[in-house]
């Protein structure tokens, strides 16, 4: 199979443990069922839709990648046609020693104490969104409401417009979706991002603002300026990064709860400080956990007793870690009560997510006032659910009926 191909020309993947294809259409729907049944027959499945790429399953297998950077490097961290330009987005491309730097230069933007006082300006979006659905009956609850949640947060934190927000959804799409098997996709959302961000930062170091671009602006590491691709890098990473990770993850809590109205009544009768709420958020990222990485093969290695080579490349697979029955009691079962919850939708080892507390925030948020407001909505039966496939999978239309 030449991975020259395009997306149309593939044929339905029939064989996932020699033949995965992580944008086949059965992907979004049915990830889960097909972790569990490649699990069954072995810890690593492969494919040669991308050259030769391979996929851990287990939780010992994604651990043993996502720890081990001198065997694979995080230079190019999706699952691509080899010959996929690279560019650089730190601190999530970057490997030791220098990931370090990057991701210190960052990290106090999204500290619990930089991130929790924006709890009411959410919660007040996600009540204004609710309040425009005001006598309707239907509604499509990722369309008309999660997917503008976490736009807003990351427009708050980096200081861009909200107003920008489809052509934000628009590059994410194209970069996670299309890009992987069509490089003059990923080169044309690189320029279109480049100029745009390039103005935002080129505004703030003249006249720095009380934001995170103007702190991207004027980066030093070292007490040397960061250049300017690494500045673009780190503002880029910031859109891919930020939206339609915590959206999939809103939104299948959302698609998850619609169908079991016993969970809502059990949340909506408890405070929205209750522990059912901590534990009801961690579950729903440990059994939806939406985002998968990549990693390039750097060295020659096994991965679970399975060889994997230079010069080919691995999924980081942290979504079906989650459903290893060896690492989750009953992982099968979603349990909003679930006790002993030490899931990795976040990675794992030194790229662990830097927007876990702006992520989680907004998760909670938007559960809790969407279950307030509609605490008898289910899915409606007439129109189907779509889902994301690929690196950051999702729900991106839930059709529902509002039952008030
Ligand atoms: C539910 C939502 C989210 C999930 C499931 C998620 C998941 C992840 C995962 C699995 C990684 C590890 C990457 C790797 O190992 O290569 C990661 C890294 C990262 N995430 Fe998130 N993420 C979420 C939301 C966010 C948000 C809102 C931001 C804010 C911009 C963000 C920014 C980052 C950054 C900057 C890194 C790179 C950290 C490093 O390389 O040191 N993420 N995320």
């Not at 997917?147 to 980096?158: A, K, N, Y």
């Not at 690494?230 to 915590?246: H, Q």
């Amino acid at each position: 199979m030449s991975y020259e191909t395009s997306s149309q020309d593939l044929p339905p993947v029939t064989d996932w443990v020699n033949d995965w294809d992580w944008l086949d259409d059965q992907w979004g729907a049915n990830a889960i069922e097909i972790w569990n049944s490649v699990r069954e027959q072995t810890p690593v499945a492969t494919t040669e839709r991308y050259g030769r790429a391979h996929m851990p399953v287990t939780m010992a297998a994604v651990s043993e990648v996502a720890h081990d950077t001198e065997h694979f490097s995080s230079v190019f961290v999706s699952v691509a046609r080899p010959d996929a330009p690279r560019t650089p987005a730190p601190p999530i491309t970057s490997d030791p020693p220098d990931h370090k730097e990057h991701r210190r230069l960052l990290l106090p933007s999204f500290s619990p104490k930089a991130i929790a006082p924006m709890e009411q300006n959410l919660r007040d979006f996600c009540r204004a969104l609710i309040a425009d659905l005001d006598g309707l009956d239907r509604a499509d609850a990722a369309e008309q409401y999660v997917q503008h949640i976490p736009v807003h947060g990351i427009c708050e934190l980096l200081g861009v417009p909200e107003s920008d927000a489809d052509m934000f959804r628009d590059w994410i799409f194209r970069n996670f979706q299309l890009a992987p098997r069509d490089n003059a996709v990923r080169i044309q959302v690189q320029q279109e991002m480049d100029a745009y961000l390039g103005q935002q930062l080129d505004v703030r170091v003249d006249s720095p603002q009380d934001d995170l671009m103007s702190l991207i602006a004027n980066a030093e590491i070292d007490g040397e300026p960061v250049s300017r691709e690494l500045k673009l890098g780190y503002a880029k990473l910031m859109i891919i990064a930020g939206i339609d990770t915590t959206w999939s993850a809103i939104g299948s809590g959302l698609w998850h709860f619609a169908q079991h109205p016993d969970e809502v009544a059990k949340l909506v009768a408890a405070d929205n400080d209750h522990m059912i709420w901590t534990t009801a958020t961690e579950e729903v990222l440990r059994y939806y956990a939406p985002v998968t990485m990549g990693r390039k093969v750097i060295a020659d290695t096994e991965v679970a007793g399975c060889p994997v080579r230079h010069g080919e490349q691995t999924l980081v697979t942290f979504p079906a870690a989650n459903h290893d029955p060896e690492a989750f009691e009953n992982a099968d079962q979603f349990q909003i009560e679930r006790g002993r919850n030490r899931h990795v939708a976040f990675g794992l080892g030194i790229h662990r997510c830097l927007g876990s507390n702006l992520a989680r925030l907004e998760l909670v948020v938007a559960t809790q006032e969407w279950l307030r407001a509609f605490p008898d909505y289910r899915l409606d039966p007439d129109r189907e659910t779509t889902w994301a496939n690929g690196q950051v999978r999702g729900p991106r239309s839930i059709p529902v009926l509002l039952n008030r």
